[in-house]
């Protein structure tokens, strides 16, 4: 049987030290390592890792895409600098790629870690990893095959999904997790993600998912009615469960910023 050969795809500003611990984690399993670098930083290149340096334009997909364009390898496993995957789920990785024919991508588990006495909508408790407990799964595509048909797109919050969906290509749910720290520093990055938050819904107001990463970022930077509006006019829209739990979240926080609201 062929082996299917795995491509680690990662985009870093200067990040470097991450990336190489994720580079050294996947030693065993990826075959081809591309790290896109966005920042001004040099680095110095050596072993098997392919870098290319993309000019940041506020844009996550554009160098995602450039990246995926240097891969060689049957399927791409793609993490950010600020995830890190254990042997575990390594080694459903492997198996992902060798089980079925029909399926072209894979929706894993993104474990986002938060402070135990964080409050937000979708926390739950998880097994306990380096320390934390506290967490949030966002599903999302991250094992794909390598195939032209599937790329990303949005300038934030990249995704598969419309590309896999035009092409007719089968995606399915997986028991792979990605362990995500970024959550963690979230009130440092909220600014600039609302800000790219604004532009992605001016853009694609049509896209069912614009409204509910302007509600996400807009509540991170204290916009708690600005927030909520965002998932209204998003559930008004849709009509959609994805929108009402996120409002009902949201509904006390209203009431102790704005007594107007009941």
């Given at each position: 049987m062929k082996k299917n050969k795995i491509a680690l795809l990662v985009m870093c500003r200067d990040e470097f030290k991450l990336v190489g611990d994720i580079i050294k984690s996947v030693e065993g399993i990826c075959d081809e390592?591309?790290?896109?670098?966005?920042?001004?930083?040099?680095?110095?290149?050596?072993?098997?890792?392919?870098?290319?340096?993309?000019p940041w334009g506020d844009d996550y997909s554009a160098p995602l895409n450039a990246g995926l364009r240097l891969c060689?390898?049957?399927w791409v496993l793609r993490l950010d600098s600020d995830e890190e995957i254990d042997e575990i789920n390594l080694k459903?990785?492997?198996?992902?790629?060798?089980?079925?024919?029909?399926?072209?991508?894979?929706?894993?588990?993104?474990?986002?870690?938060?402070?135990?006495?964080?409050?937000?909508?979708?926390?739950?408790?998880?097994?306990e990893y380096k320390g934390y407990t506290n967490a949030v799964d966002d599903t999302c595509i991250r094992l794909f095959r390598n195939d032209p048909r599937v790329y990303y797109q949005y300038n934030t919050h990249e995704t598969l999904?419309?590309?896999?969906?035009?092409?007719n290509l089968k995606y399915v749910k997986?028991?792979?997790?990605?362990?995500?720290?970024?959550?963690?520093?979230?009130?440092?990055?909220?600014?600039?993600?609302?800000?790219?938050?604004?532009?992605?819904?001016?853009?694609y107001?049509?896209?069912?998912?614009?409204?509910?990463?302007?509600?996400?970022?807009?509540?991170?930077?204290?916009?708690?009615?600005?927030?909520?509006?965002?998932?209204?006019?998003?559930?008004k829209k849709y009509r959609s469960e994805y929108y009402r739990v996120p409002m009902e979240h949201l509904k006390q926080k209203r009431r102790v910023t704005n007594g107007r609201f009941n």
């Open positions: 390592k591309i790290v896109v670098i966005t920042g001004d930083k040099k680095v110095k290149e050596s072993g098997d890792c392919k870098i290319l340096y993309f060689k390898s049957d459903r990785v492997q198996k992902a790629v060798t089980l079925r024919e029909d399926v072209t991508a894979y929706e894993v588990s993104q474990r986002g870690y938060l402070p135990q006495k964080r409050v937000e909508f979708g926390v739950k408790l998880v097994p999904y419309n590309s896999l969906r035009r092409a997986s028991n792979i997790v990605i362990h995500h720290w970024g959550k963690l520093n979230m009130k440092e990055k909220a600014p600039y993600y609302y800000q790219l938050a604004k532009d992605r819904l001016r853009r107001p049509e896209d069912m998912q614009s409204y509910y990463y302007l509600g996400i970022s807009a509540e991170f930077t204290g916009k708690v009615e600005e927030s909520y509006q965002a998932f209204l006019a998003g559930y």
